[in-house]
């Protein structure tokens, strides 16, 4: 039962793995997550590499080799229990492979050990994730603009997602928020997105903290008539977010969306009571001392 799951997850995403294909942070990932396996089975190079196996034979793997790749597929089955996307899978996999390979090179050969960690170094610096650029109905805030899109009608409830380009489960996030809102974006339920990273300003007065440990980050805040009504993940006495799963079921359950956007479509807004346009489509163009928050820029 499980490889069937898994046979029929694999196509239901082979569309997008398809797409990974083409793009260099996912292309020298997965090279960078298998370079021990190359270079320890490529003909011609495993030849000169040492070997702790009794026959002696270079290109394959001894029994401390195995013992590491076995603890690294645990991590990682441990890990996926709770991801929620196929990038997140992903994401998971290859950190913990290239953790995997330092350890596996710096075992082998220490000159081979710190030029792998030189080049995940470097990787890290210089690629960083895609971010999503998908279909949405999300408003983006800058530090001027949030207090008054919020407050401009009070009959409009806001899910504002805080989050930051630096965080990977942010990242991974973004088109599970972007899917709701093509959902249920209508005139009285609107969703927004504001770069807690860029605006740290914005995130201490909505006492979002943006610091690693405090695990913050996505958060997500409900607004009624201006106000905070809830939020998503709540955060205890030290300041740390309680532990909580950011997928569409458990979004739709505790905020409500359900009942709220049957609510929400009897409010006429602009003119209409039909779901607003993507940010930059029909909006009224901001003043010039205000420059207008789009996704690019984010």
């Known amino acids: 039962m499980g490889l069937i799951t898994g046979v029929i997850a694999f196509f239901y995403h082979l569309p997008q793995i398809y797409k990974w294909l083409f793009k260099p942070y996912y292309i020298l990932s997965i090279l960078m997550s298998s370079a021990f396996l190359i270079l320890r089975k490529c003909p011609g190079l495993c030849e000169n590499l040492n070997t702790e196996r009794e026959d002696g034979n270079p290109c394959d793997f001894d029994w401390r080799e195995v013992e ?9 089955m441990m890990k996926n229990r709770r991801a929620i996307t196929l990038e997140q899978h992903a994401g998971n996999l290859f950190m913990f492979s290239k953790v995997a390979n330092v350890i596996l090179f710096f075992r082998l050969d220490i000159r081979l050990g710190i030029f792998y960690f030189a080049l995940c170094i470097a990787f890290v610096m210089t690629c960083k994730p895609p971010l999503y650029m998908g279909p949405e109905y999300i408003k983006y805030f800058s530090e001027k603009t949030i207090d008054e899109e919020l407050n401009h009608d009070t ?3 806001w899910i504002v997602e805080f989050y930051a380009n ?5 990242q991974s996030f973004a088109p ?7 959902k249920y974006n209508c ?28 695990k ?3 958060t997500l805040v ?3 008539s201006g106000r905070e009504v809830m939020r998503r993940p709540m955060v205890d006495n030290k300041c740390r977010a309680v532990s909580w799963t950011f997928n569409e079921e458990n979004i739709i359950r505790e905020f409500n969306l359900n009942e709220l956007f049957e609510a929400s479509k009897k409010i006429k807004g602009r003119g209409e009571n039909s779901p607003l346009p993507p940010e930059g489509s029909e909006e009224p163009q ?9 996704k690019k820029d984010q």
């Open 68 to 76: 590491i790749l076995m603890f690294l597929s645990a991590i990682v």
């Open 155 to 157: 009959r409009v409830t």
């Open 166 to 170: 630096w965080s990977p489960e942010c």
């Open 176 to 182: 599970v928020f972007a899917d709701l809102s093509l």
């Open 187 to 214: 005139a009285g339920l609107r969703f927004g997105k504001i770069d807690a990273g860029r605006y740290g300003e914005v995130a201490q007065r909505y006492k979002v903290s943006t610091s690693p440990l405090a």
């Open 216 to 218: 913050q980050l996505p």
């Open 222 to 224: 409900l607004f009624q």
């Open 286 to 294: 901001p003043e010039p001392d205000t420059p207008a928050e789009s």
